[in-house]
């Protein structure tokens, strides 16, 4: 008998339905019932709601019905689907993941789903395992034993806290003309050219460049940010001596702030950034008298990103160094250009983490101190 389901919604499941559709994260399918049932509220047929929808009208008599029969919340969720019964068991599928975090084989860098089937076929009574079964069973435990991240993990000290604190506390101090916050870093650049000349991109064509290239030896970037205002400024040289260094320092004194009465410079650890190269470079009294105006502020070691720059650095690879560019000349003139629109464009960088957040976020990772009695 050809049942027809009237849908009768209270107040409630009206408005719950409304704010399902006006806003939030659902799946689609959820949506789709939750339109049929205002739809079959409203009094319209099926074969409308059906066109209106985008939906079978079995999709339209099947939520009705379940509606009907049940509530809301059994009209608006998935049905069970019958599937077959997972091959690997609980123990099985942790013995899958254990190998997985263990050892690859002798003679091969890393495991591969063939490896693992290989494996787990040796250690459990199946006759056969297929890829796809170990790569599900991988994917809910969110493994991936092919890939590996490299990264540099430090060693949390008393040291590393009281440097990257003083950092964040510099980040988060109010702005003070007289004393402005600089971040310094120092990043290499390939001279790379073409080996032959590409082909300009063109109508369903992209732009097409040779594998082969030739290269044409390194530069290397220092570059400057203002923490405080939207500035930054590159400076293109062939080394990064202790010589280049001190020359870097002088052009941040003398031509980059020359009315403020101290510099506080961000920078890292690295052995020619220290007051010693400026004596090194430069005449005792002239070393003094640019240190005067100086303040150095070192990031932990192994915290550059602690450093504001290193994001900067990233943007100007990413908008203006991600291409061939063999002539330093060239170079030069391009991270000018890209130097110029940034600073008009007033582009800042928006630091967020602060030593509040570094406490609650790291805390297990500060040393341990005994209470005072």
């Given at each position: 008998?050809?049942?027809?389901?009237?849908?009768?919604?209270?107040?409630?499941?009206?408005?719950?339905?409304?704010?399902?559709?006006?806003?939030?994260?659902?799946?689609?399918?959820?949506?789709?019932?939750?339109?049929?049932?205002?739809?079959?509220?409203?009094?319209?047929?099926?074969?409308?709601?059906?066109?209106?929808?985008?939906?079978?009208?079995?999709?339209?008599?099947?939520?009705?019905?379940?509606?009907v029969e049940g509530n809301l919340e059994r009209a608006l969720s998935e049905e069970p689907r019958p599937g077959a019964d997972r091959k690997l068991t609980g123990k099985q599928e942790a013995l899958l993941v254990a190998t997985a975090c263990a050892s690859p084989p002798k003679g091969r860098a890393r495991w591969t789903?063939?490896?693992?089937?290989?494996?787990?076929?040796?250690?459990?009574?199946?006759?056969?395992?297929?890829?796809?079964?170990?790569?599900?069973?991988?994917?809910?435990?969110?493994?991936?034993?092919?890939?590996?991240?490299?990264?540099?993990?430090?060693?949390?000290?008393?040291?590393?806290?009281?440097?990257?604190?003083?950092?964040?506390?510099?980040?988060?101090?109010?702005?003070?003309?007289?004393?402005?916050?600089?971040?310094?870093?120092?990043?290499?650049?390939?001279?790379?050219?073409?080996?032959?000349?590409?082909?300009?991109?063109?109508?369903?064509?992209?732009?097409?460049?040779?594998?082969?290239?030739?290269?044409?030896?390194?530069?290397?970037?220092?570059?400057?940010?203002?923490?405080?205002?939207?500035?930054?400024?590159?400076?293109?040289?062939?080394?990064?001596?202790?010589?280049?260094?001190?020359?870097?320092?002088?052009?941040?004194?003398?031509?980059?702030?020359?009315?403020?009465?101290?510099?506080?410079?961000?920078?890292?650890?690295?052995?020619?950034?220290?007051?010693?190269?400026?004596?090194?470079?430069?005449?005792?009294?002239?070393?003094?008298?640019?240190?005067?105006?100086?303040?150095?502020?070192?990031?932990?070691?192994?915290?550059?990103?602690?450093?504001?720059?290193?994001?900067?650095?990233?943007?100007?690879?990413?908008?203006?160094?991600?291409?061939?560019?063999?002539?330093?000349?060239?170079?030069?003139?391009?991270?000018?250009?890209?130097?110029?629109?940034?600073?008009?464009?007033?582009?800042?960088?928006?630091?967020?983490?602060?030593?509040?957040?570094?406490?609650?976020?790291?805390?297990?990772?500060?040393?341990?101190?005994?209470?005072?009695?």
């Open positions: 008998m050809n049942v027809r389901y009237r849908v009768e919604l209270s107040q409630s499941e009206r408005d719950e339905l409304t704010a399902m559709l006006s806003g939030g994260k659902h799946a689609a399918r959820k949506l789709k019932r939750a339109q049929i049932l205002l739809a079959a509220d409203a009094g319209r047929r099926d074969e409308e709601i059906a066109r209106a929808v985008a939906v079978g009208g079995s999709t339209v008599y099947r939520t009705k019905r379940r509606f789903l063939e490896l693992l089937a290989g494996a787990l076929v040796k250690l459990t009574e199946h006759e056969s395992l297929s890829r796809e079964t170990v790569r599900r069973r991988l994917a809910e435990n969110d493994l991936k034993p092919w890939r590996r991240d490299m990264w540099c993990i430090p060693q949390v000290d008393g040291e590393y806290v009281a440097r990257m604190e003083d950092v964040l506390d510099l980040y988060a101090a109010a702005a003070d003309p007289k004393r402005p916050v600089v971040c310094f870093d120092e990043s290499p650049v390939q001279l790379i050219g073409e080996a032959r000349q590409p082909i300009a991109a063109g109508p369903g064509q992209p732009q097409r460049y040779d594998y082969e290239y030739r290269r044409n030896g390194t530069v290397n970037l220092f570059v400057f940010l203002d923490v405080n205002r939207p500035w930054r400024k590159v400076k293109v040289t062939q080394r990064r001596t202790a010589v280049d260094y001190a020359h870097c320092m002088r052009d941040l004194v003398d031509l980059h702030y020359p009315d403020t009465d101290t510099i506080r410079v961000v920078q890292d650890n690295l052995s020619t950034h220290s007051a010693g190269a400026l004596y090194e470079t430069f005449a005792p009294a002239e070393a003094r008298r640019i240190l005067r105006r100086l303040e150095f502020h070192y990031t932990p070691k192994h915290a550059s990103w602690l450093n504001m720059v290193e994001i900067e650095i990233g943007v100007l690879r990413g908008q203006c160094l991600d291409r061939r560019i063999d002539d330093p000349r060239r170079l030069r003139r391009e991270i000018a250009a890209w130097e110029r629109q940034r600073n008009a464009a007033s582009a800042r960088i928006k630091w967020m983490f602060t030593t509040d957040k570094a406490r609650a976020k790291m805390g297990r990772a500060y040393p341990l101190t005994s209470n005072e009695s």
